[in-house]
């Protein structure tokens, strides 16, 4: 399964992936409207520590602990494709996935509404998350690796 990988060597901290990130989940898919207008919290977060920065997002991973702790099945396994999917219509805002998840890479929705945020891949299966098309420096990439 491709996943995005961060390149912390490249990475700037720009925070340029979660402008996009936000963009691209917005019902305005325009750059001010989606940061103005709309409450929308990036499915990624830039992580930095003096010279390091690197974007922290859903791994999908294959045995994915947020998907065993979540306690109506809001978070699944898809099974054909690998990736891990939400509905926010059954999550109940418990958090027992952002503290399952190993990596902190599922956040607390800030719009207020008992939802989480995570890495969606932009929902598309073929095409290249908007995080990876729209960072300047390659520091992610979207691929398949063996691991």
């Known amino acids: 399964m491709k996943r995005v990988y961060a390149k912390e060597e490249y990475c700037l901290g720009c925070r340029l992936c ?4 936000v963009v691209n989940h917005s019902k305005s898919q325009d750059i001010i409207k989606s940061h103005k207008l709309e409450e929308i919290t990036p499915r990624l977060v830039i992580e930095s ?3 390091i920065s690197f974007a922290l997002q859903c791994r999908h ?5 947020c998907t065993k702790a979540c ?11 690998g990736e891990v999917t939400y509905d926010q219509e059954k999550c109940v805002g418990c958090w027992t996935c952002i503290m399952a998840c190993s990596y902190g890479a599922i956040r607390r929705d800030e719009s207020g509404q008992k939802v989480i945020s995570k890495c969606d891949l932009c929902g598309e299966e073929e095409s290249e998350p908007a995080c990876v098309t729209n960072c300047p420096n390659g520091a992610l990439v979207f ?4 691991e």
Do not use: F, M, N, P
């Open 71 to 81: 306690i109506t099945g809001a978070l699944q396994k898809d099974s054909k494709t």
């Open 18 to 21: 979660e402008v996009y990130c």
């Open 143 to 146: 691929e398949d690796r063996e």
């Open 61 to 65: 991973c294959d045995d994915a602990a």
């Open 49 to 51: 520590k003096g010279i």
